[in-house]
């Protein structure tokens, strides 16, 4: 048996019904769960709404105020508040399957890894675009390098919770940005951590029509790649004519597959990714996502 916390970092999102409703309803095998949720907002604007679910939850439910609409602020709280064996990350904007929890701790004792991540399934709405749909441009995968996963995400993961890994903490520096589970988890494998993946433990995010556009796709891409620029070890003398390459490779891979919808996009949004990497290796500042809205 494990004990295991569930962390939810939620701003001004009242989805985050759907959330905890899916929750409840895990199959959650002999292990000990907690659900924790941090307001992110400036004022306790999840109160309420916590304090009336947590009576249909069949576990504890612990809420903590974390306001700064800072993302990393709500994040390092929950990693304040918890005590269990491991903890998993989910957004507020995602519904669990009925054995996610236990297929993430299932891979994490039979590989010993530090984190495990599980996919992140979107799901679209009726009027969302048809090349949208086909290329599944918003659903969440670990990269693989090598064979070799570097780095994580938060929306979907489990984290076995020992030293040296919980003194980590998210870098409130990228907190409105973006990036700061990148930033987290290269620490984690920095220190020795290992990273699996749990095919099955799987979680849906429905895509509301804010984010169902290019324009969104190409932000997002833009951030991450910026992210990864900044976190670069290579000197930029190195890594500036590989990115540069890199660029105009998916521009030209563009132009080729301009018949395609889905390969189209797909290429430029690999050279806007690249484009990115470029901006981070050169230290240009970053957009603010976090903190604006429920679909930012």
Not at 17 to 41: K, P
Not at 52 to 67: D, I, K, N, Q
Not at 207 to 219: D, G, I, Y
Request: net charge neutral.
């Amino acid at each position: 048996m494990a004990r295991i916390d569930i962390c939810i970092c939620t701003f001004k999102r009242p989805f985050l019904v759907e959330t905890l409703r899916s929750i409840a309803a895990l199959n959650r095998g002999v292990h000990q769960l907690r659900v924790i949720i941090a307001d992110n907002d400036t004022v306790p604007s999840a109160r309420d709404l916590v304090t009336a679910l947590a009576a249909e939850m069949p576990m504890p439910v612990t809420y903590v105020h974390a306001p700064e609409a800072n993302i990393c602020i709500a994040r390092n709280a929950c990693l304040d508040a918890a005590t269990g064996d491991f903890i998993a990350f989910v957004d507020d904007d995602e519904v669990v399957s009925q054995y996610w929890l236990t297929e993430l701790v299932g891979k994490a004792q039979a590989s010993g890894a530090t984190a495990v991540l599980g996919p992140v399934r979107a799901t679209y709405r009726d009027d969302a675009p048809g090349w949208m749909v086909r290329g599944d441009f918003h659903s969440t995968l670990p990269v693989f390098v090598d064979g070799t996963i570097r780095t994580g995400y938060t929306c979907n993961v489990l984290i076995r919770w020992i030293e040296p890994f919980k003194s980590l903490r998210f870098n409130p520096a990228l907190g409105r940005s973006g990036g700061e589970d990148t930033d987290f988890f290269y620490a984690l494998t920095a220190r020795g951590g290992t990273i699996d993946y749990a095919p099955d433990a799987v979680v849906e995010e429905p895509v509301p029509a804010e984010r169902a556009t290019m324009t969104w796709l190409v932000k997002r891409r833009l951030r991450f790649g910026q992210t990864h620029g900044m976190l670069q070890s290579a000197s930029p003398l190195k890594a500036l004519p590989i990115v540069a390459v890199k660029i105009l490779y998916c521009c030209a891979m563009t132009g080729l597959t301009a018949f395609s919808p889905v390969s189209r996009r797909r290429n430029w949004l690999r050279a806007v990714l690249h484009m990115g990497v470029l901006g981070g290796i050169l230290g240009l500042s970053q957009a603010q996502h976090y903190g604006h809205s429920a679909t930012s």
